[in-house]
């Protein structure tokens, strides 16, 4: 249900016509900007240290309010979360009415209001806001929120609280949950009892909708062996462990790192990002000679799958093994349907995608590259019919578009075969959380996909092999100097080092590599790929050598590793 606070002099019952200033400055006074930090909204919204966060969650609760008002009142998402970062540090990000990120041109008024120097400048910031975007302040503003596992979410979400109260907003707390559960609620929230309902908007709605479809896609298959999942210990720990209720004798769900309680556990040498980055098993699991796993990131909105072969050897299964499984997978049920030419797969990828993916996909359908971060991919997907994007970390999901979902709820099969293929379909749709990357859906949309396919770990990796990758971070003391074009696969600044890092390429076999600023933490991201793991490791090595020392960095702190 959502909270009603009372009103001021300035207000009638939850709507206001001006600004209450004097209000505003009291509420901002309690939560001062630091005067040492410059925040920046990037493709994860707000991540820094936690203890830094307070001014900025209460001037996100005043402009989470503002853009519902913009938008008529429509319920908005604030999730405070850093995902797969550090358990000290935390983060906030706002979530438009589909439950799709901020949109993009926001997200420069959400920096500037981070930064206003005091609470007049923050004042006169959102009243400047106010009038440039022609806000009508009489509007109710609804704001739906939630929060990690982080030991600093409940102050961060009080400083929030002031914020929306401060706005007069109606507001709902969705309490301790994932990211994906939030932007579903958001959408359910805002299309209820619409024709474009999207489900019931509650959790227990979530864990219905999605458990019903996992178990009818598993219907008449071979029940497959337990999975093991490694919840990063975060809050996907909580999830998971209601969707073992759900899911009963269906399907076996056996959970590790689910420690939520306890203090630096949260992505600490575990979760998504550790095996993608390090690409290796977290130190606290072991696995069996065939045997496969996945491990979701703190907020669990990532999925990295793995498996160990005859030998016990690790082998990791990455969002372009996904991208690949999923596809291929779509495709086939959309032929068997008999829509394969009114319904077209495309496949959104990164510069990160790994070479021989993006190659065994090209020559299957459709493959476009866009930018780093969910936002230009989710947004390149809506142009097909149906859309699947995975970034190589894991994050991802499949969008149908609202023409093929009508397509495929009111075709009439003409076989058995078309008939199954139509079923299977609309329990993909439901089975997917279209909203986000789901790590927890799309988990359930991998396993029922090889219960369809028979494949076990070995089956699914030999789609294609992997060229060796390396991935380095690189500490710059301004990332903001690294900029990129084409899709981000050219530095344009600093001026030269692109042709240093192509001179470099060139000498290896297969070689590729690119630089780009990360939107998340103050580092630049090195990726490299070669023929063989000595070569990618040292192109990537070499590479990320260049950027230290063209930063500027000191040789005296220069990582050993860089050539």
């Known amino acids: 249900m959502y909270v009603q606070r009372r009103c001021t002099t300035y207000l009638s019952l939850t709507t206001m016509s001006v600004l209450p200033v004097e209000e505003f400055l009291e509420r901002s006074d309690r939560h001062p900007k630091p005067s040492d930090i410059k925040f920046q909204y990037g ?41 797969h970062n550090p358990e000290p540090d935390n983060g906030v990000k706002l979530v438009d009415p589909r439950g799709e990120m901020l949109e993009s041109s926001w997200e420069a008024h959400a920096t500037a209001l981070a930064n206003a120097s005091n609470s007049a400048a923050f004042v006169a910031a959102v009243d400047e806001l106010v009038k440039t975007t022609k806000i009508d302040l009489s509007i109710p503003a609804r704001v739906v929120y939630a929060r990690d596992t982080r030991p600093t979410g409940p102050q961060l979400v009080a400083a929030l609280k002031d914020g929306l109260e401060a706005m007069k907003a109606e507001f709902r707390d969705a309490g301790v949950t994932t990211t994906p559960v939030l932007h579903y609620l958001v959408r359910t929230i805002n299309t209820k009892e619409t024709k474009e309902s999207y489900g019931e908007d509650t959790e227990e709605g979530y864990l219905t909708k999605l458990s019903d479809a996992f178990e009818k896609l598993l219907a008449g298959k071979i029940t497959p062996p337990p999975l093991l999942i490694d919840c990063a210990n975060g809050v996907g720990a ?31 040498s575990c979760g998504a990002d550790f095996v993608k980055v390090n690409q290796r098993l977290p130190p606290s699991i072991t696995l069996q000679p065939g045997q496969r796993a996945c491990s979701l990131d703190g907020d669990a909105d990532r999925l990295i799958y793995y498996y160990a072969d005859e030998r016990g050897q690790f082998h990791m299964l990455d969002g372009d093994k996904i991208t690949a499984l999923v596809a291929s997978f779509i ?31 090209s020559g299957r359908l459709p493959v476009q590259c866009v930018p780093t971060g969910v936002k230009h991919l989710h947004h390149a997907a809506e142009h097909y019919d149906v859309g699947v994007y995975f970034e190589a970390n894991g994050h991802g999901t499949v969008l149908f578009s609202p023409a093929a979902q009508e397509l495929i709820s009111g075709h009439n099969p003409s076989t058995a075969a078309q008939s199954t293929a139509i079923t299977n379909l609309k329990n993909v749709i439901n089975v997917i959380n279209q909203t986000v990357g789901d790590a927890l859906s799309d988990a359930f949309l991998v396993e029922a996909v090889l219960a369809h396919k028979s494949y076990s770990g070995v089956e699914w990796d030999s789609l294609y092999s992997d060229l060796p990758n390396r991935l380095v971070k690189v500490v710059v003391g301004d990332r903001n100097a690294f900029e990129t074009e084409d899709a981000e696969r050219r530095l344009v600044s600093p001026l030269g080092l692109q042709e240093k890092i192509n001179e470099l390429v060139r000498r290896y076999e297969g070689g590729r590599s690119f630089v780009r600023p990360s939107g998340t933490e103050d580092v630049v991201r090195v990726y490299a790929e070669a023929v063989s793991r000595p070569e990618a490791d040292e192109l990537a090595f070499r590479v990320a050598g260049l950027v230290y020392d063209e930063a500027g960095g000191s040789p005296l702190q220069r990582p050993k590793e860089f050539i």
Request: glycine letters at 10%; aromatic letters at 6%.
């Open 43 to 83: 493709t994860a919204g707000f991540r820094t240290l936690g203890k830094t966060l307070d001014s900025v969650l209460f001037r996100v609760g005043v402009l989470a309010a503002l853009r519902s008002k913009k938008l008529d009142g429509k319920t908005i998402g604030v999730m405070v979360t850093a995902s």
């Open 238 to 268: 909580l999830m998971a462990e209601k969707f073992k209720a759900y899911l009963g004798d269906t399907f076996s769900i056996n959970l590790v790192n689910a420690a939520i309680d306890t203090p630096g556990a949260l992505n600490n």
């Open 331 to 361: 495709v086939e049920l959309v032929k068997a349907a008999g829509l394969d030419e009114q319904i077209k797969v495309g496949v959104i990828q990164t510069a990160y995608a790994n070479g021989s993916s993006t190659k065994y996909l």
